[in-house]
């Protein structure tokens, strides 16, 4: 089977890290991105037996999830042999609706055949839900004590208007984490500001990661993104910089508005 992984570039002249691709809208954004993914699904099927994916929350990704879900060129997607992963999570219950999973519930695994074993919401409410989800991870990875991270296949992530991704918030506690997978951290300028989220060593192993910015609010932060590059990653205060994957591939899904073209 061959794998069509290599995304066009559009003349963009974005300094980002990693790839770039621009579609010239919304619509074809999704539909370029939702064919990667099946990519990635399908390569890792083929390779590991298994797709372990990680998705954020937010607000832009939800027509992303209802693509795969309704177009039938996805339905050759491996569901059954996927493991679903949350990037980060709000510290609330799971019947409210700020709550990424269940948003992601609704908009996606309500409908899809991965057996419920194989979805792995944060338990939030519960006390130490870091050290619950790592363990969670360790499981499904077969993972023994003293392992390094598990590599994610494919890793969806947004970005905040302040460059913050996952709920890694600029001079936030979880930026200098190093020595762990998932942490509790608190973001000053979000609601709700406690959130439990994966760490960049967990992120930066991945084998793909994808950051989808749509629409003229998020070009700020891009420009800000390719602005900061030219004098190399700040974490601290640009935390999309601190994606950066250690044997993996990184690249921008961004529509022309976004991409300020
Ligand atoms: C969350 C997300 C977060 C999100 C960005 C962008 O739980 O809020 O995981 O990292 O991706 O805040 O959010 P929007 O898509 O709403 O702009």
Redesign the pocket.
Known sequence: MTYDLNEPAAGHGLDLPGEVHVAKDAEDLYDDLALVFRSYALKADDERGVFHVAL??????WPFYHRLLIDPRFREIPWERTHIWV??E?RVPDDDDRN?FKSLRGSLLEDIPTPPSQVHPMMVMRDDPAGLYEAELRAAFGLAGGDGPPRMDFVL????RDC????LFPHSDAIHVADRWIVVNQGPN?TPPDRVTMTYPLLNVARQLAVLCVGSKKAGAIKRVAEQMKSGPDPVNVPITGIQPTDGGLTWYLDADAAGA
């Open positions: 954020s929350g937010g607000t832009t990704p990037v980060d709000r990424n992530l947004g970005m905040g913050h991704t996952a709920s979000v």
